[in-house]
């Protein structure tokens, strides 16, 4: 059983950066992606971008690149979503989630982040 426990939101204001953990308990089975998702007041989850643990290769939506990056530290099982540049839009309840390629298995009960204009 893999748990996830998100922190680090908050509220910030336009232009400004956050950066959210995700501290993983275990591991789930190779091949083994970490992504975050978001999502805002009556809108649908939305992808934000991945990361995986082997190789630390990831990948983001459009509309934020360049401004977030997603690292990963072996040594403390934990993930991180470093948000520069922040905007109004980018308000959400951010989670993350662990599995495979093509599933997410396991789901972080999420954080808030509210940027302020």
């Known amino acids: 059983q893999v748990q996830l426990v998100e922190s680090g939101g908050g509220m910030v204001q336009t232009g400004g950066s956050l950066r959210l953990s995700c501290a993983a308990s275990?591991?789930?089975?190779?091949?083994?992606?970490m992504r975050w998702f978001r999502q805002a007041p009556g809108k649908e989850r939305e992808f934000v971008g991945r990361?995986?643990?082997?190789?630390?290769?990831?990948s983001y939506r459009d509309s934020v690149k360049g401004r977030f990056t997603i690292s990963r530290d072996n040594a403390k099982n934990t993930v991180y979503l470093q948000m520069n540049s922040l905007k109004p839009e980018d308000t959400a309840v951010y989670y993350c989630?662990?599995?495979?390629?093509?599933?997410?298995?396991?789901w972080g009960q999420g954080t808030q982040v509210i940027v302020s204009s």
């Open positions: 989630a662990a599995g495979t390629t093509g599933t997410n298995d396991y």
């Open positions: 275990g591991r789930p089975s190779n091949p083994y992606v």
């Open positions: 990361i995986y643990w082997s190789c630390g290769s990831t």
